[in-house]
C-alpha cells in the first residue's frame, strides 16, 4: 500500500526551507528518501529505521515518528540544484522491496 | 564499478509483441526488484526477488514475468504488450531487506512505449 505524500508540489527561491511529509496507514519500520531529476534514475538520499535517530544529510535531514507512522523530510536554505521529486518509501521488518509515494515536486527558482 | 545496469534504454513495441528487459548488478546484491513509474503515480512494485531461484509479485504483476536463475540477473518478461504497459521500467538492487540500513541502487531505467 502507497504511503501518502504531501505536498504535491513546492516552488521555493533559494535559501527558502521546505518539509516534505510521508504518511503510512500500516506500522512502518524503515523509511527510505530518494531524490529524483528529470529523466533520471532516483538517487538515494537517506534511511531512517524504526528506534532510530534522525538522520542528517548536508542541509537536508529528516524525522521518523513510529507512533504517528510518518516521516517528514526538511530541506533548508535550498539550493538551485535541490529541485527534482522526491519520494518515501516504505519497508516492512520482513520487507523486501519498498512501497514508495507518490512524489513531491520541488523546484528551487533563482 | 557498474552498478546496475538495464537495457535497452528505449524501447518501442506493437500491441501484442513479447519482450525482456534486462537487468544486470555487479554488487552481488541478493535482493532486487522492478518497478515501473507512471506520471503522477510513483514507483510501483512489479517483481521482487529474494535471491537466485525465488521471487514474488508486487503491487502490480500482472502481464509481466520474472525469472532468477543467477545473483546478478533479474529480466522482466513482457508476455503480451499493450497500450497500459507504456512506461518507464527502473530496476534496482539492494544488499538485505529494507528493514535493513541497505539503500535500493536503481539502474538508469527503460522507456517503453507500446503502440
Known amino acids: 500500500q502507497q504511503p501518502v505524500q504531501s505536498p504535491q508540489a513546492v516552488i521555493l527561491r533559494e535559501g527558502e526551507d521546505a518539509v516534505i511529509n510521508c504518511s503510512s496507514s500500516k506500522a512502518l519500520y524503515s523509511v527510505h528518501w530518494y531524490r529524483q531529476k528529470h529523466g533520471e534514475a532516483p538517487v538515494f538520499l537517506m534511511i531512517l529505521l524504526k528506534g532510530g535517530e534522525q538522520k542528517g544529510h548536508e542541509k537536508i535531514s529528516a524525522s521518523f515518528n513510529e507512533k504517528k507512522q510518518q516521516s517528514s523530510l526538511y530541506l533548508t536554505a535550498s539550493q538551485l540544484s535541490y529541485s527534482g521529486t522526491y519520494f518515501c518509501g516504505t519497508g516492512s521488518n520482513s520487507g523486501y522491496a519498498l512501497n514508495f509515494g507518490k512524489g513531491t515536486s520541488l523546484l528551487v527558482t533563482p | 564499478n557498474a552498478g546496475v545496469t538495464q537495457t535497452p534504454k528505449f524501447q518501442v513495441l506493437k500491441t501484442g509483441q513479447s519482450m525482456t528487459l534486462q537487468c544486470a548488478q555487479d554488487m552481488n546484491h541478493e535482493y532486487m526488484s522492478w518497478y515501473r513509474q507512471d506520471p503522477g503515480m510513483g514507483l510501483r512494485l512489479i517483481h521482487y526477488s529474494v535471491g537466485a531461484g525465488i521471487t514474488d509479485q508486487g503491487e502490480v504483476p500482472n502481464g509481466y514475468n520474472v525469472s532468477r536463475s543467477t545473483t546478478e540477473d533479474f529480466p522482466l518478461r513482457l508476455l503480451s504488450a499493450a497500450p497500459s504497459q507504456t512506461s518507464v521500467y527502473f530496476c534496482?538492487?539492494?544488499?538485505?531487506?529494507?528493514?535493513?540500513?541497505?539503500?535500493?541502487?536503481f539502474g538508469n531505467g527503460t522507456r517503453l512505449t507500446v503502440t
Open positions: 534496482a538492487s539492494s544488499r538485505s531487506g529494507t528493514g535493513n540500513n541497505s539503500p535500493l541502487h
